[in-house]
């Protein structure tokens, strides 16, 4: 794979019906982009997060995305193309993207969707000014004639750029989204009746 501009790699998207939690962040970066793997930069706090939050059973690696489909999640990237950072992203890329996704979603109809930063929900639910609370949103989103929508779920971005946030606050709305699944009768690792 030598010789590739990590700009030229773009991560795979893993989904199924059925899922519990659908994982979106804004795009990958260069570390990502470069070994092929979601939040492989050692800086972020996404795989940690999972596991100190309850929604994995021990701190899953990059190269063990895939096993989150054994939990019923999934993830994905609103933008496709990789950036070194996310304010080189176009306005076009968050138009093209955000159709993509809501098209995705619209298809697979996952129960909720973690949106890991503010801006990706911004771009997908069209909420582009206005303030956002973290944590589930008050409405769902993505519905259709025949379906109800996805609940939303926002952290702050678990990238090590985030200076919004303390690693703490990023770290603790992972135990805030599992406690929401463990309400709903929707944690995988806690089954109705065994919580």
Same mark, same amino acid.
């Given at each position: 794979?030598?010789?590739?501009?990590?700009?030229?790699?773009?991560?795979?998207?893993?989904?199924?019906?059925?899922?519990?939690?659908?994982?979106?962040?804004?795009?990958?970066?260069?570390?990502?982009?470069?070994?092929?793997?979601?939040?492989?930069?050692?800086?972020?706090?996404?795989?940690?997060?999972?596991?100190?939050?309850?929604?994995?059973?021990?701190?899953?690696?990059?190269?063990?995305?895939?096993?989150?489909?054994?939990? &019923?999640?999934?993830?994905?990237?609103? $933008?496709?193309?990789?950036?070194? =950072?996310?304010?080189?992203?176009?306005? @076009? #890329?968050? %138009?093209?993207?955000?159709?993509?996704?809501?098209?995705?979603?619209?298809?697979?109809?996952?129960?909720?969707?973690?949106?890991?930063?503010?801006?990706?929900?911004?771009?997908? &639910?069209?909420?582009?000014?206005?303030? $956002?609370?973290?944590?589930?949103? =008050?409405?769902?989103?993505?519905?259709? @004639? #025949?379906? %109800?929508?996805?609940?939303?779920?926002?952290?702050?971005?678990?990238?090590?750029?985030?200076?919004?946030?303390?690693?703490?606050?990023?770290?603790?709305?992972?135990?805030?989204? &599992?406690?929401?699944?463990?309400?709903?009768?929707?944690?995988?690792?806690?089954?109705?009746?065994?919580?």
């Amino acid at each position: 794979m030598t010789g590739i501009d990590f700009t030229e790699r773009w991560l795979p998207t893993y989904i199924r019906r059925d899922l519990v939690v659908l994982f979106c962040g804004i795009n990958p970066g260069r570390v990502s982009a470069t070994a092929g793997y979601h939040y492989a930069n050692p800086a972020n706090l996404f795989w940690r997060g999972l596991h100190q939050g309850g929604l994995t059973p021990r701190q899953l690696a990059p190269e063990e995305t895939a096993m989150l489909l054994d939990f &019923s999640y999934g993830i994905t990237d609103l $933008v496709s193309r990789p950036t070194r =950072s996310s304010v080189d992203l176009r306005e @076009e #890329d968050f %138009a093209q993207g955000s159709e993509q996704f809501v098209a995705m979603v619209r298809t697979y109809r996952p129960l909720v969707i973690c949106f890991n930063g503010i801006t990706a929900f911004r771009q997908a &639910s069209g909420q582009k000014k206005g303030s $956002v609370t973290l944590g589930i949103q =008050s409405e769902r989103y993505f519905a259709t @004639e #025949d379906w %109800a929508g996805s609940y939303v779920f926002v952290i702050p971005s678990t990238s090590g750029a985030n200076a919004s946030f303390t690693r703490e606050e990023r770290l603790a709305m992972f135990g805030e989204l &599992s406690r929401f699944l463990i309400e709903k009768n929707w944690h995988p690792l806690h089954p109705p009746g065994n919580a």
